[in-house]
């Protein structure tokens, strides 16, 4: 048996792939198509679910009550993409220019807070942000600065503040592998043909770092976009984002064919992106 | 005006547009060099903060009155948080060990073999890395739940303490970390020089031999480095444990949430110090083996 084995190289490949398949088969693709199914269909009279297809709760999901919490999600993961990227390139740019010995110090620097737990660093900010207890209103109230507890807590502007802050090293770190990747004769050819900083960066070093861009944005915008801990914690209960409904209908509300229509709206969007961002890193490497 | 004084002319000008620049440059590496260090304040100081104030004395977070190490014997006294502390160990454990096993196989697999439905197994493969966990955890849920496996435990004791793990808990854990392990993996195998291994079976090693003397050494700082991400991971999971637990599981990040939401004590922060410490111990073993392992991917860069 074993001689046959080693004639047939596909068999032994399909044999070592075979837990994994079964694996994900059974718990991540099983598992997919009943959250699938369920979404079309009915909730029971005590919270179970009856399987009478409708579209009814993709209807729920596009009713002005829950769709605006959907596209609101969907602005402020993009904006925690944008504020990441623009915080995170120059950052990722020094960290790929110092020495060697530099490099690796601030790297650390970043990996410790990436390793480090995400609810835990989202609590850090809470034990700062909170309006009447919060370490920076008492500290400010305490030197005569304000009167008032500013805002910081309880709204957009915290989760967007502890999305930021908790995915912005996912989007430095691909930053910074494709900058230190980067060629630098290209950039120095530039210079000598006398292109300003800023078309060296635009023609040059923004094209070739692209790759990088794609791979942080992808890597923050999915997990804020998904975002529970963020919200459920700096939001106060007041600000919430579609997977706090998701996790209303699940846990609270026993909707679960309609969180399971969120859920999908959610993963369908994910994959939309994901794709459209890898069409165009292809787009521009060819 | 002569030819070589058009070209002195020419120069001046030139070093006249350079030194402009040049003053740009040196202004421009400044904002960069500020730009950073205020990032790193922004990452660092949140957390400096929460382990500094769990050695506070008083119980109001924003008021420091003294050393104490208080808040450290109500966390160890409070039995909930340190079975939840076995919990965590204990599932992060037995996770990785599995995960680590078909990830590993997953990832020959995948860069070593050509198989029916490859193209479809990537996808599979990296599904679970990027589906936001909100997702991937009500999907677990509703399946526990329509299999009818439910939330039945495995009862076992640790320490003198009785622990009452879930099975869906475990099972999720490694339905993610099967994805990061094969890609780190296969990561270490696509740098492999596969010549050494030709080698080996030009000097008539067989198969097997050639697998456990060259390609299973080659290939374990990747297995390490996956493991102790698949660990790190399972450490940090909240939100697939809690969708995936039913009520009254904690691990520690769970424990942390229900207490958060009660209100926030220093002895929330004292858990946190204890675990940023597990934390920052794993990211020193990490980079312990990859200088071992002769300085090939960063940890970091397995990501996507």
């Known amino acids: ?286 | 005006m002569s030819a070589t004084s058009v070209q002195a002319a020419e120069a001046r000008a030139k070093e006249q547009v350079r030194v402009a620049p040049e003053r740009r440059v040196r202004l421009g590496s400044a904002l960069l060099s500020l730009h950073s260090v205020l990032i790193f304040l922004f990452l660092w100081v949140p957390i400096i903060i929460v382990v500094f104030f769990s050695f506070n004395e008083s119980q109001f977070l924003a008021e420091w009155t003294g050393f104490s190490t208080r808040w450290y014997v109500e966390m160890i006294e409070d039995e909930q948080t340190i079975v939840a502390l076995w919990n965590s160990v204990f599932v992060a454990v037995v996770s990785t060990v599995i995960s680590v096993v078909i990830g590993t196989l997953a990832a020959l697999a995948m860069e070593r073999y050509q198989f029916w439905g490859k193209l479809g197994m990537e996808g599979l493969l990296y599904l679970p890395i990027i589906i936001p966990d909100i997702a991937m955890a009500i999907m677990l849920l509703a399946f526990f739940n329509l299999s009818g496996i439910g939330f039945t435990p495995w009862r076992l004791e640790i320490a003198g303490l009785r622990l009452s793990v879930p099975y869906s808990v475990i099972i999720g854990h490694v339905a993610f970390n099967i994805s990061f392990v094969a890609v780190v993996v296969r990561a270490r195998l696509a740098d492999m020089d596969e010549t050494l291994e030709e080698a080996a079976s030009d000097l008539y090693a067989g198969p097997w031999q050639t697998f456990t003397r060259i390609t299973l050494p080659m290939m374990m700082p990747g297995i390490v480095a996956g493991a102790l991400l698949a660990f790190t991971l399972s450490l940090d999971d909240f939100v697939i444990t809690f969708f995936t637990s039913g009520a009254g599981f904690n691990t520690l990040p769970v424990r942390v949430f229900g207490l958060v939401k009660k209100g926030v004590t220093p002895k929330i922060n004292a858990i946190s110090t204890v675990m940023l410490a597990g934390s920052l111990t794993l990211v020193l073993i990490a980079l312990l083996f990859q200088r071992k392992g002769g300085g090939t991917k960063s940890i970091m860069e397995i990501n996507l």
């Open chain 1, 1 to 286: 048996m074993i001689a046959a084995l080693q004639k047939h190289r596909s068999l032994q490949g399909g044999l070592l792939i075979l837990p994994a398949a079964l694996f994900l088969l059974v718990f991540f693709l099983a598992p997919f198509f009943i959250v699938l199914g369920y979404s079309f269909a009915e909730r029971g009279t005590y919270g179970g679910v009856v399987w009478n297809f409708t579209l009814e709760n993709y209807q729920r999901a596009f009713d002005p009550l829950y769709f605006s919490t959907v596209l609101r999600s969907g602005w402020i993961a993009a904006l925690t993409t944008l504020l990441c990227l623009v915080l995170g390139y120059p950052l990722a740019y020094f960290i790929a220019t110092r020495s060697e010995k530099w490099r690796g110090v601030l790297l650390l620097a970043l990996i410790i807070p990436f390793w480090t737990n995400f609810l835990i660093r989202t609590y850090a900010l809470l034990t700062l942000l909170r309006t009447n207890t919060g370490l920076i209103n008492v500290t400010l109230m305490n030197l005569g600065l304000i009167r008032q507890p500013l805002p910081l807590f309880g709204n957009d502007f915290a989760i967007l503040l502890g999305l930021v802050y908790g995915w912005l090293p996912n989007m430095v770190l691909p930053l910074y592998a494709a900058i230190s990747r980067l060629d630098h004769s290209l950039i120095e050819a530039a210079q000598d043909l006398y292109a300003p900083g800023s078309k060296v960066f635009l023609r040059v070093i923004w094209p070739l770092t692209l790759p990088g861009v794609v791979a942080g944005s992808i890597l923050v915008f999915i997990p804020a976009l998904g975002a529970f801990i963020t919200p459920a914690l700096l939001g106060g209960g007041k600000s919430l984002m579609i997977g706090n409904i998701i996790n209303n209908q699940f846990l609270a509300a026993h909707d679960w064919p309609f969180g399971s229509a969120l859920s999908t709206i959610m993963i369908g969007i994910m994959l939309v992106v994901t794709i459209v961002y890898f069409r165009m890193v292809q787009k521009e490497a060819t």
